[in-house]
């Protein structure tokens, strides 16, 4: 077993970690090259059995990342209907311009009473949300 390239959060008793989001979408290779475009670190791209693909992505400095997959029965979901994966920024104007540049269609920032937020989708319809919490350090 490999060493991990960044620093891993112990599982401490009462802890529950969210590290994995499955991501469903119809064309794995297509939707790793959307994101890996974005910045997003392809960290794993396994066949582990006939018929079965697992790719994990890691958004630039997330604990969580999101797992693209075919051939696994209990990750399975229709294609395009995963909503609202919320990306926390701390300039999202820099943010949403960084994303556009790599491609993404990214709706204008929204003031949502202080909070404030930016959208876009995957190739597949799975929507994500830029966010910023000004007093968030």
Excluded at 94 to 117: H, T
């Amino acid at each position: 077993m490999t060493e991990p390239q960044t620093p891993v959060t112990p599982v401490r008793p009462g802890m529950l970690l969210l590290e994995l989001v499955p991501v469903p979408v119809a064309d794995i290779d297509r939707a790793k090259e959307f994101y890996t475009a974005l910045g997003f670190n392809a960290d794993v791209d396994v066949r582990p059995a006939d018929g079965v693909r697992y790719v994990q992505l890691t958004p630039p400095g997330s604990a969580c990342s999101i797992a693209l997959t075919e051939g696994l029965p209990g990750m399975d979901m229709p294609v395009g209907t995963q909503r609202g994966l919320h990306l926390v920024v701390s300039d999202i104007e820099q943010a949403r311009s960084d994303l556009v540049k790599r491609g993404a269609d990214v709706d204008p920032v929204e003031d949502m009473g202080g909070v404030f937020y930016a959208r876009f989708a995957d190739p597949d319809g799975n929507t994500w949300t830029l966010q910023h919490m000004p007093w968030r350090p």
